[in-house]
Structure formats: C-alpha cells, structure tokens
C-alpha cells in the first residue's frame, strides 16, 4: 500500500486527540472490526509472552471499554495527553503497512502536577480500509515500565 505519510500521521493524530479531547466513543472507529489491541510490558513482548494487561479483540470490545470508562469505572477526573513520534511505515506483503512510532502519556490530575504515565512504543498494523480510510488492525502498546500505575484508565 502506497500511503501518503500525511494520511498516516493523521491516523496517529486522530488517535491522540480522540483519547485526550474525546469524543472517546469515536476512538474504536480508528480500528478495523476484528482488530486486536494489546497493552503489554515489554519484558513480556521481548520474552515472547502473551500477557497483556489490556486484551481486545475487536471494535466491539473496544467500544465495551470506552462504555465502561464512560459509566462504571470511578476514577479522579484527569486529562491526558498522548505525544506519538518518529512514526515509520513499513510494507507489508498483504498490502497493509507495519507501523512503529514512540509514545509518551502525560497525565494531570485536577490537583497535581502534570507525571508521566507511561512511555514506550506503538507496534501496529494499519490497514486501508473498503471505504478508503486507514485504520489499524493491529495495536500494541509495548510499554516500558513493568510497573503500571493502578491509574491506567484510558487505553493507552
């Protein structure tokens, strides 16, 4: 697939401001219907083991996880935001494009100072889908701390 990069950074965009300014129900539109999504530490993504602490395996899981940040979960109010860079397409034999790019989640709570919440990289496949947008297929979120904060709320 030959994908104009701008098209592609506007994917990576979209991402970051659907998680960080919403509307978060619009966020599981940036996936294809049978997508896998995975949040994982990298010590289990380098050691080839498959547990992720964030497992899904299609937009309708996805959207069963915006509804449950949305109406069950409690949790202090906070915003976020996501800082993606260095995004590098490669392509793939099937037409699709494997995408890695770094990112950075900032967190910031009514009353604290802005920290940190995670850091690491995207490991995704992305796709153009029958309707001509691109949209990811595959997510991971290989994160570098094994430690994960119990704040984890939002995808990452």
């Known amino acids: ?37 995975l949040a994982i530490p990298r010590d289990n993504f380098d050691a080839g083991l498959p ?3 964030l497992r899904c ?3 309708g899981m996805l959207a069963d996880r915006v509804k449950a940040v949305q109406e069950t979960i409690m949790f202090e109010p906070r915003y976020l935001r996501h800082h993606i860079t260095q995004i590098r397409p490669t392509e793939r034999d099937d037409g699709g494009l494997d995408v890695t790019a770094h990112y950075t989640v900032v967190e910031v709570l009514h009353d604290e100072l802005p920290r940190i919440l995670s850091v690491g990289r995207y490991l995704d496949v992305v796709v153009e889908d029958d309707d001509g947008a691109l949209r990811f297929a595959e997510k991971r979120v290989v994160y ?13």
Not at 18 to 26: I, R, Y
């Open 1 to 37: 697939m030959n994908v104009d990069r701008w098209r592609l950074e506007d994917l990576y965009a979209d991402y970051a401001r659907l998680l960080d300014d919403g509307p978060l129900e619009a966020w599981p539109g940036l996936f294809v219907e049978q997508c896998l999504y």
């Open 144 to 156: 570098d701390s094994v430690l994960v904060p119990n704040t984890i709320v939002y995808p990452l």
């Open 51 to 53: 547990l992720a602490t």
């Open 57 to 59: 395996e299609s937009r």
